[in-house]
């Protein structure tokens, strides 16, 4: 999804969209700057990422009579993160990391000031919203190909490498910054800064792959050929015949697989109940479905 962000037109002419992806950006930017300005970082919750490590070290430096802005902190820490991403992925996409990079290190300075301190001393309502907002933020700019930098890199380039989704990697990889959180702010806090670092791996995975709009059907029955017509013809809907064969009976069978949208679900199961009352209908939540009589094939 990341990486070469082009769209196939019709009759297979390849055009950028640089505008709406760094508008796309800038917006995402926007949102987790205000997020960590007015939820994490003023009520001490490190949710994981530069931004945790920098929130850790900003309150360790005013307890030394120190003050470091966590925006230039994390300008500071991005430098050899940003060297790594543009080793393995180009100046290409060194040119939206340094863009998600500096503009969120610049928000977050500029609008510290005038941005209200909210949920102050409500822990627990400042790691929800601050979590999600901030993963709606940063989803936002991963969406357009982008990065803030810090851990959202090394989750990028592990995504590449290991099926699974953005938000986990991020997940896994923050668990440390939350454990120096824990020294700093105690365990309370950090485990607050915990719920947040699961409430926005959740919502980036979320922004990035939708909620499950559509739904997948496996029909197993003795008439999957007349379950097969039903759906193509009633409900308009393709299906394709899957070769099976049942494990206790050692029987060839036929499973009829069909994807179809939330409000067909009931028509789906009537015209199986119809047909075959035995039959073994399975139904699983899909998150996209791109082709015909759905989304139209794109890369997002």
């Given at each position: 999804?990341?990486?070469?962000?082009?769209?196939i037109?019709p009759?297979g002419?390849?055009?950028?969209?640089?505008?709406r992806?760094?508008?796309?950006?800038?917006?995402?930017i926007a949102?987790t700057a205000w997020?960590l300005?007015a939820?994490?970082i003023?009520?001490?919750i490190?949710?994981g990422?530069?931004?945790?490590?920098?929130?850790v070290?900003y309150y360790?430096g005013?307890?030394l009579?120190?003050?470091?802005?966590v925006g230039?902190?994390?300008?500071?820490?991005n430098?050899?993160?940003l060297?790594?991403?543009?080793?393995a992925?180009?100046?290409?996409?060194?040119?939206?990391t340094i863009?998600g990079?500096?503009?969120l290190?610049?928000l977050i300075?500029l609008s510290a000031?005038?941005?209200?301190?909210?949920a102050?001393?409500d822990y627990?309502l400042a790691?929800l919203?601050?979590?999600a907002?901030t993963?709606?933020g940063?989803?936002?700019?991963?969406?357009a190909?982008g990065?803030?930098?810090?851990?959202d890199i090394?989750?990028q380039l592990?995504a590449?490498r290991?099926s699974?989704?953005?938000?986990?990697?991020?997940?896994?990889v923050d668990a440390?910054?939350v454990?120096?959180a824990?020294l700093k702010f105690?365990p309370?806090?950090?485990?607050?800064?915990?719920v947040?670092?699961f409430?926005m791996?959740?919502?980036?995975?979320?922004v990035l792959?939708?909620?499950?709009v559509?739904k997948a059907?496996?029909?197993?029955?003795?008439?999957s050929?007349?379950i097969?017509?039903?759906?193509?013809?009633?409900?308009?809907?393709?299906?394709?015949?899957?070769a099976?064969?049942?494990?206790?009976s050692?029987a060839p069978?036929?499973?009829?697989f069909?994807?179809?949208?939330?409000?067909?679900?009931?028509?789906?199961k009537q015209i199986v109940?119809t047909?075959?009352?035995?039959?073994?209908?399975?139904?699983?939540?899909?998150?996209?479905a791109?082709g015909?009589?759905?989304?139209e094939?794109g890369?997002?």
């Amino acid at each position: 999804m990341v990486g070469r962000l082009k769209r196939i037109r019709p009759g297979g002419v390849l055009r950028h969209r640089p505008v709406r992806d760094y508008l796309w950006m800038t917006a995402g930017i926007a949102l987790t700057a205000w997020a960590l300005n007015a939820f994490l970082i003023p009520n001490r919750i490190a949710a994981g990422g530069v931004s945790g490590l920098a929130t850790v070290l900003y309150y360790t430096g005013l307890d030394l009579g120190i003050t470091v802005p966590v925006g230039v902190q994390m300008l500071v820490m991005n430098i050899v993160l940003l060297a790594i991403a543009t080793r393995a992925r180009g100046w290409r996409y060194a040119a939206k990391t340094i863009y998600g990079i500096v503009g969120l290190s610049v928000l977050i300075d500029l609008s510290a000031p005038f941005t209200p301190h909210l949920a102050a001393g409500d822990y627990l309502l400042a790691a929800l919203y601050g979590g999600a907002l901030t993963g709606l933020g940063i989803g936002m700019v991963f969406k357009a190909g982008g990065t803030t930098g810090g851990t959202d890199i090394v989750a990028q380039l592990l995504a590449r490498r290991i099926s699974l989704g953005q938000g986990q990697l991020l997940l896994a990889v923050d668990a440390f910054v939350v454990m120096l959180a824990a020294l700093k702010f105690g365990p309370e806090l950090a485990l607050y800064g915990a719920v947040a670092v699961f409430v926005m791996g959740s919502t980036i995975d979320l922004v990035l792959e939708g909620l499950p709009v559509e739904k997948a059907a496996f029909i197993v029955s003795e008439h999957s050929g007349r379950i097969g017509e039903a759906v193509m013809h009633d409900l308009g809907r393709g299906a394709t015949a899957l070769a099976a064969r049942g494990m206790y009976s050692g029987a060839p069978r036929e499973m009829i697989f069909t994807v179809v949208s939330r409000k067909e679900i009931d028509d789906l199961k009537q015209i199986v109940n119809t047909i075959d009352p035995q039959a073994l209908l399975i139904i699983s939540d899909v998150h996209e479905a791109i082709g015909e009589g759905f989304k139209e094939m794109g890369v997002r």
